[in-house]
């Protein structure tokens, strides 16, 4: 049984920056791809980011390039969103997802691909 836990989320203005974090549990995590995917209101779950096992490899969202960062601990079975630059269009429930034995190119960006997800973290940005 995989178990994620992100938190991190919160209010904050336009322009602010937020660091989220993913805590997996029961997964060998050393070899997992692991990802970031958001969702708005009355919107789809999209794809914010994404990082290989090592770490070597990551992908975003165009709308996010530039200004967020993954990056991620094997030693402690933890991924981390870096947001800066933030916006309200940014506004949304931040999901981490997990996918194992890794990705690679636009596998990363499949939301369908990644088999473990946590419950979400918040974040709203003010205007």
């Known amino acids: 049984q995989v178990h994620l836990v992100e938190s991190g989320g919160g209010l904050v203005q336009a322009g602010g920056s937020l660091r989220l974090s993913c805590v997996a549990f029961a997964r060998n995590f050393s070899t997992d791809a692991m990802g970031w995917f958001r969702q708005a209101p009355g919107k789809e779950r999209e794809f914010v980011a994404a990082?290989?096992?090592?770490?070597?490899?990551?992908y975003y969202a165009d709308s996010v390039k530039g200004r967020f960062t993954i990056s991620r601990d094997n030693a402690k079975n933890t991924v981390h969103l870096q947001m800066n630059s933030l916006k309200s269009e940014d506004t949304a429930l931040y999901y981490c997802?997990?996918?194992?034995?890794?990705?690679?190119?636009?596998?990363?960006?499949?939301?369908?691909?990644?088999?473990?997800w946590g419950q979400g973290t918040q974040v709203t940005v003010s205007s």
């Open positions: 990082s290989s096992w090592t770490g070597g490899n990551v």
């Open positions: 997802a997990e996918r194992p034995f890794g990705c690679s190119g636009v596998g990363c960006y499949d939301l369908h691909k990644y088999d473990y």
